[in-house]
């Protein structure tokens, strides 16, 4: 029918299965924004200024700057339903999937 299938144990009680939490992800503390920081253009600044010293870490199979968050986002780190990343994480977090396709 097109749908994926739950799959459930039924050896483990109804009582005791784990039923995931709504996802409630918080806002990044409020602050003043530059028009740099927003939209995609706060990965596009810092990749602008570090492309070259990235590749080159990369290169010599050594990372020693921190260029990670905006080359290579990810996710925001979310622990129980609450956004627990750092800083750099919420700033650079992809947070929708119109977002993902856009990067």
Request: glycine content about 4%; aromatic content about 8%; proline content about 9%.
């Amino acid at each position: 029918n097109g749908h994926a299938k739950l799959l459930v144990d039924e050896k483990v009680p109804a009582a005791s299965r784990v039923v995931p939490k709504p996802l409630a992800i918080s806002s990044p503390p409020t602050r003043r924004v530059s028009n740099s920081e927003t939209g995609l253009r706060r990965f596009t600044v810092p990749q602008k200024s570090t492309y070259t010293r990235a590749l080159r870490e990369i290169s010599r199979g050594e990372k020693e700057s921190c260029w990670m968050w905006f080359m290579i986002p990810t996710p925001p780190y979310v622990v129980d339903g609450v956004e627990r990343g750092s800083a750099r994480n919420r700033r650079f977090a992809l947070r929708s999937d119109e977002e993902v396709r856009e990067y």
